[in-house]
Nanobody, 121 residues
Framework: QVQLVESGGGLVQAGRSLRLSCAAS????????LGWYRQAPGKQRELVAT???????NYAESVKGRFTISRDSAKKTVYLQMNSLKPEDTAVYYC???????????????WGQGTQVTVSS
């Protein structure tokens, strides 16, 4: 059973930084594509950033230049470094694991429970 546990959310002032972590258990991890999504109140869940099993990142336009996704296969952890935070970044952030990365469609998709990020103006 794959489990994803996020941490690092909280309340921060605009312009500051936060780093989210997502630790995976029960998966191979190194062959999986990983991502961060977010959902603000009253809005649909949206993609923030993804990183392939090979380490190629992809970002939503709204976070390019401010957020950085990275992965540590030894620790089975994916990170989201969020700089220059804005009030519009306020949302619940969800970790996502899909795999294996070399197969389409994916054989499995898992989600974490989410972590709240609140940015005050």
């Amino acid at each position: 059973q794959v489990q994803l546990v996020e941490s690092g959310g909280g309340l921060v002032q605009a312009g500051r930084s936060l780093r989210l972590s997502c630790a995976a258990s029960g998966s191979i991890f190194s062959v999986d594509d990983l991502g961060w999504y977010r959902q603000a109140p009253g809005k649909q869940r949206e993609l923030v950033a993804t990183i392939t099993s090979g380490g190629t990142p992809n970002y939503a336009e709204s976070v390019k230049g401010r957020f950085t996704i990275s992965r540590d296969s030894a620790k089975k952890t994916v990170y989201l470094q969020m700089n220059s935070l804005k009030p519009e970044d306020t949302a619940v952030y969800y970790c996502n694991l899909q795999g294996p990365g070399f197969r389409r469609p994916y054989e499995y998709i898992y989600w974490g429970q989410g972590t709240q990020v609140t940015v005050s103006s």
